[in-house]
């Protein structure tokens, strides 16, 4: 198998994955034992696609690699992907966490609140935030996950 062969598996891997996929990953799947080499063809792969006059792009999050939609045609079309629905108040909850690269949940029930409690669960839930002691509260930061399905670069 050539470089361009490789290539296109890499395209269909990362077409076909619903999550962010390592170097070494997307390797396994295809068949490709040097992450060097998997690695230099993913940043061939996403040059090309920089190049292209298309909607589509190669994102790397933290290390992790996924195809997506450039601006403004992830916005416009959006309504058509199937994902986690996520309620209007834990929305605003996530975007103060993201916004303040994480928040005390004391801090977001004086603002917002006891209802926090009940999007903080929501949120927890569906991975996209994480919890970690903080004296009497909990200090709470998005997660890989978030960064990925909202495409938010690490």
Avoid: C, H, W
């Amino acid at each position: 198998m050539d470089e361009v062969d490789f290539k296109k598996l890499i395209e269909a891997t990362l077409f076909m994955s619903q999550n962010a996929l390592s170097a070494s990953e997307i390797g396994n799947i295809i068949g490709l034992a040097s992450i060097g080499k998997v690695e230099e063809l993913l940043k061939a792969l996403a040059k090309e696609y920089g190049e292209r006059d298309t909607a589509l792009e190669i994102m790397e999050i933290g290390g992790k690699y996924m195809l997506t939609l450039k601006e403004p045609y992830a916005s416009k079309v959006s309504s058509l992907a199937s994902g986690p629905e996520i309620s209007k108040g834990a929305l605003r909850i996530l975007a103060y966490i993201s916004k303040n690269n994480g928040a005390l949940q004391s801090e977001l029930v004086k603002i917002f609140g006891d209802t926090v409690y009940a999007y903080v669960k929501e949120l927890i839930s569906k991975e996209f935030i994480e919890a970690k002691r903080s004296g009497r509260s909990k200090k709470l930061y998005t997660t890989m996950k978030f960064k990925e399905y909202f495409a938010v670069p690490a």
